[in-house]
């Protein structure tokens, strides 16, 4: 694919799930709790999912459309920072002994990072690839992140291997090593494109082979929903960063 294809279905996949997880909240009327989780006792919890939602759908909307989709970026990544720094972080540094925390924390900062990459791939000012080396960087962290994860709840990652797949350790040593891979790529700027070509196409057919089976089979839970569109998000992240990319040995 050349660097155009890539950067347009990088957004077709982040346009399409930011717009998917401001219908959940809009829907359920509460903050996703696997990605976004809000205290439904905190004052004005229901009330504030709904404005989020609606604003995450317009984002959504935003991105869709090449006129409007640095308004979108920049939106998206004012809301993602906000929600990065005042409901995830301050809990995280309470709670870092949680596996549970460090997960979201790092969904949410992938998210950001996604935006900030797409500012840069969509704005006209001259340093605006310093949007996009930025946002890499922070993927960079958030993948290097889940890599640890995996490497230190191995048990339970291969408990969510579809049971239809053999060896499914061996595949969760893989999707470890995938992303340390790929954070290393990222950080060292070597083989950025191939590496976050992977990436995707990885993070893709978790998608599709586990994301929307676990959907279909539960399609009242809320978690499924919002965990298929944040695959779904930083599959677009990912080929974000490979569209921005030469096609030199380095990029």
């Not at 290097?144 to 040593?173: E, G, S």
């Not at 298929?228 to 990912?238: E, M, N, R």
Request: proline letters at 4%.
């Amino acid at each position: 694919m050349n660097n155009n294809t890539y950067l347009a279905v990088g957004k077709l996949f982040f346009a399409v799930a930011i717009l998917a997880i401001g219908i959940i909240h809009l829907v359920t009327g509460h903050f996703p709790s696997g990605l976004l989780f809000v205290d439904p006792k905190f004052p004005a919890a229901s009330s504030l999912a709904y404005i989020n939602g609606a604003v995450l759908v317009i984002i959504g909307l935003l991105i869709f459309f090449k006129k409007y989709q640095y308004s979108g970026a920049c939106v998206a990544a004012i809301v993602w920072c906000i929600l990065l720094l005042i409901v995830h972080l301050p809990k995280l540094i309470i709670t870092y002994n949680s596996p549970s925390e460090w997960t979201p924390t790092f969904e949410v900062a992938g998210i950001f990072a996604g935006s900030l990459i797409l500012m840069g791939n969509t704005s006209i000012k001259k340093n605006s690839s310093r949007l996009v080396l930025i946002g890499s960087y922070i993927f960079a962290v958030c993948i290097f992140v889940f890599a640890v994860l995996h490497l230190k709840y191995l048990d339970f990652i291969v408990t969510l291997i579809p049971a239809w797949l053999p060896f499914r350790l061996f595949w969760a040593y893989v999707v470890m090593v995938a992303f340390f891979a790929a954070s290393i790529s990222l950080f060292f700027r070597v083989l950025v494109r191939l590496s976050t070509s992977l990436l995707a196409l990885m993070f893709f057919i978790w998608f599709c082979i586990l994301h929307i089976p676990r959907v279909v089979a539960s399609p009242h839970t809320e978690t499924e929903w919002t965990s298929l569109f944040v695959v779904l998000i930083f599959s677009g992240v990912a080929l974000l960063i490979a569209g921005s990319q030469s096609n030199s040995v380095k990029g």
